[in-house]
């Protein structure tokens, strides 16, 4: 068993250290045979305000925040532009254009999306929660709750996570898309916070409500997340709720490409995990050209 996708990527422009073709050339000679790119496109009215986005300014990736969907949508359509351009140099990979969207509860989000989505045309959508909104005082990212004092810091985490819940429960039919999976179900490890009675939760009502979610490998092996037999339980509990699952290396980099996937597939043979690509594409509704 051999995983023949990446689909959680970051490039050049955004906050990835490589192009395009780069990524592609590190995919294909690393044996995959689809690759999709999935930038950050994240909305808000008052992202600026946050405190990653100065630090994105002096890292030279402020393109991943927009303070308006137009603006988002410039930087998308020139990025897709070149994605879809390289299609019919590497005809024997099939490169697809997605994006990790934040999920936001704000009145506009929903309207403002939909519009992106119609002009845009992705080939997929990984639905991300990276923040709490905060409306015009601005949004706290989960980096915010680790600094917070251990009070507010547990008060933040458990909205961090019924927030999560939400998401899970919410209603696409009003929308032109729906997420094709959930990234970073357990986000608030990578800062080495833990709730895990909240985390049980929110992955539970992703259960119920079908939530096809990734295993995220970036991190693997961290103790943060806990050792890897306990992810690999982890795994089990998702798989066995019935949950589509696939694997993701959410690469920055070439060097990331593919890692720590055979640890992965190793821990998760059984029913609802999927390693081919074009079997995953019909149970969670990937587009493939």
Sequence with gaps: MKTNYTLHTHTAGFDGRNTPEEMIEAARTGGFKTIGFSNHFIVHPAIKKSRLYEYSVRGGYSNIYSANVDEAIAKFSEHYSVVRDLREKYSDMNILCGMEMDWFQYPEWADAVNYAVTRLNPDYIIGAMHFIDRGADGVLNVHDIKN???????????????????????????????????AHFDLPRKMGL??????????????????????????????????????????????????????????????????????????????????????LKQKIGIRSR
């Design 194 to 279: 833990r709730y895990d009675d909240m985390e049980a939760v929110a992955l539970k009502a992703l259960a119920l409500n079908h939530v096809p979610i990734e295993i995220n490998t970036a991190l693997m092996g961290n103790r943060r997340y806990g050792p890897i037999g306990a992810r690999a339980r982890k795994i089990r509990q998702i798989t066995a709720a019935g949950m589509p699952v696939l694997v993701v290396d959410d690469a920055h980099d070439v060097s990331r490409i593919g890692t720590s996937f055979t640890i992965v597939e190793k821990l998760a043979k059984f029913q609802n995990f999927y390693t081919d690509f074009n079997v």
């Design 148 to 182: 917070a004092d251990a009070r507010e810091s547990g008060r933040l985490l458990r909205e961090y996570y019924q927030n999560l819940m939400r998401l899970a429960e919410f209603d696409w039919r009003p929308m032109v898309f729906r997420f094709n999976w959930i």
